[in-house]
């Protein structure tokens, strides 16, 4: 089974741009599809962002669309999230998760392999 390291979170000014990463081992991430999602204490995990297999199709919470983007190096195992122009309520635990089942989904149920999360801070 695949194992997910997120890194690259931190504390960062509003409008700021911001990349994480995520590691994979012990699988190939593109045989995966892959997302994104953020918490924040008290609430539910939310979808953030979404890549297929093939690396082309994406899905992107409303919230983030523009701003955000998910992108993936099958050399380096890697999957990334590119976030810009960062606002305030984008402030949580970033989560880097791996689906199985077929398709791009947005619900935290479908992912089967997730990451310990790391921390974004936007500050005003």
């Known amino acids: 089974q695949v194992q997910l390291v997120e890194s690259g979170g931190g504390l960062v000014q509003v409008g700021d741009s911001l990349s994480l990463s995520c590691a994979a081992s012990?699988?190939?991430?593109?045989?995966?599809?892959t997302g994104w999602f953020r918490q924040v204490p008290g609430k539910e995990r939310e979808f953030v962002a979404a890549?297929?297999?093939?690396?082309?199709?994406?899905r992107y919470a409303d919230s983030v669309n523009g701003r955000f983007t998910i992108s993936r190096d099958n050399a380096r195992n890697m999957v990334y999230l590119h976030m810009m122009s960062l606002k305030p309520e984008d402030t949580a635990v970033y989560y880097c998760?791996?689906?199985?089942?077929?398709?791009?989904?947005?619900?935290?149920?479908?992912?089967?392999?997730w990451g310990q999360g790391t921390q974004v801070t936007v500050s005003s």
């Open positions: 890549l297929g297999r093939s690396g082309i199709r994406t």
């Open positions: 998760a791996a689906q199985t089942a077929f398709g791009i989904s947005v619900l935290t149920a479908m992912y089967d392999y």
């Open positions: 012990g699988g190939t991430i593109s045989t995966y599809a």
